[in-house]
T-cell receptor
Framework: GAGVSQSPSNKVTEKGKDVELRCDPI?????LYWYRQSLGQGLEFLIY????????KSGLPSDRFSAERTGGSVSTLTIQRTQQEDSAVYLC????????????FGEGSRLTVL | AQSVTQLDSQVPVFEEAPVELRCNYS??????LFWYVQYPNQGLQLLLK??????LVESINGFEAEFNKSQTSFHLRKPSVHISDTAEYFC???????????FGTGTKLQVIP
């Protein structure tokens, strides 16, 4: 596609429910990143994909968080048993995986856990 | 490991006044440096970047940043701000190769009419 597409743009859920956030990167972008943006915390790295594999999962905050990528394209970030502290904007970004590292971001998915 | 520090969380400035947003980084190897901008309710977009060569880099909308290796800084400046510059600005660094881009905590620029 022309840009990075993320869905849903807004998600309100109850504590304890599972949520799935989707990212569709720019065609040809083999590298895909998930970041979390919380108020006053900047951008927190979660996970990085190269193709369908995730060589760096070091930023996932707990085992309630998982992500997968299929077909070298769409990625899904899943949060199980959501907690209020999971409330944040989840940003997806991609690039070609080599070169200078400029990232192309989606507009994010705002998650609110009540 | 690499890190980025943006000491100013918010910077209010009057329209047409100059502004400087500060960014310092640490890294044991050579880095690429970036400034991203996030307008309200939008995703981040690249504002400018330093890769190599001239230490002064410019954006199309009048911002500039200077890479200072001795001070490990990459401060962002604009001589005269506009209302439309109101946004959050993030400094970022990576070392190339596998690019785990590290971001600062952001600086909110509020331009006052």
């Amino acid at each position: 596609g022309a840009g990075v597409s993320q869905s849903p743009s807004n998600k309100v859920t109850e504590k304890g429910k599972d949520v799935e956030l989707r990212c569709d990167p720019i065609s040809g972008h083999t590298a895909l990143y998930w970041y979390r943006q919380s108020l006053g915390q900047g951008l927190e790295f979660l996970i990085y994909f190269q193709g369908n594999s995730a060589p760096d999962k070091s930023g996932l905050p707990s085992d309630r968080f998982s992500a997968e990528r299929t077909g070298g394209s769409v990625s899904t970030l899943t949060i199980q048993r959501t907690q209020q502290e999971d409330s944040a904007v989840y940003l997806c970004a991609g690039n070609t995986g080599y070169g200078t590292g400029e990232l192309f971001f989606g507009e994010g998915s705002r998650l609110t856990v009540l | 490991a690499q890190s980025v520090t943006q000491l100013d969380s918010q910077v209010p400035v009057f329209e047409e006044a100059p502004v400087e947003l500060r960014c310092n980084y640490s890294s044991s190897v050579s880095v690429y440096l970036f400034w991203y901008v996030q307008y309200p309710n939008q995703g981040l977009q690249l504002l400018l970047k330093y890769l190599s060569g001239s230490t002064l880099v410019e954006s199309i909308n009048g911002f500039e940043a200077e890479f200072n290796k001795s001070q490990t800084s990459f401060h962002l400046r604009k001589p005269s701000v506009h209302i439309s510059d109101t946004a959050e600005y993030f400094c970022a660094v990576n070392t190339g190769g596998y690019q785990k881009v590290t971001f600062g905590t952001g600086t909110k620029l509020q331009v006052i009419p």
